[in-house]
């Protein structure tokens, strides 16, 4: 695959509130999709997500997130309690396939794809650590971990559900944005 270009000639990151982003979400995830990230700079993996959603639980802004237990991703999204949820141009739409059709365990992302991972923090307390994004992203939202639940299938009310399952349900993540960071 052809690299993406690199982080050179980026704006400036601009904190700003999860009421100010822009773009239609079900186009953002949807149909440009996303990166899930979790882990450090020395240890982390990314997959692609299309399946989620921004929201507000329990009065806080959230994003929820869908990982299979079969997924490298799951792992560090149980072993780490922060995760980002990164949104890109355009231009990146086959690096962000590529992450989502080929394993970090199997390979390493950054490099077949020229993401550059990028160390982010959150202007927030509850912050304990430092969880990775990339640089090209034109959106990261630094999310806690506030809750999971695992899908069964006993409680899916369409029958259409179940088309896209062999096994292997999801697991869903609920994640409290600490920080939203935009170009």
Known sequence: ??????????????????????????????????????????????????????????????????????????????????????????????ALNFCGTHSGKNVDKAEATGLVPEEFTAEDEEIRGSVVGFSQADTVLVCKKVYFQDLEPGNFLSKQIESHYSHDYHRMYVGKILTCKIR
């Open 1 to 94: 695959m052809e690299k993406c270009p690199g982080s050179e000639k980026m704006k400036e990151w601009k904190t700003v509130k999860a009421e100010e982003l822009t773009g239609n979400p079900f186009v953002r995830l949807g149909r440009d999709w996303m990166l899930l990230t979790a882990g450090t700079l020395g240890n982390w993996n990314t997959m692609t997500a299309a399946w989620g959603g921004l929201g507000v639980l329990w009065n806080w802004n959230v994003v929820y997130a869908f990982v299979r237990p079969t997924r490298h991703t799951y792992k560090f999204m149980e072993e780490n309690d922060y995760f980002t949820a990164g949104f890109f141009p355009d231009q990146y739409k086959e």
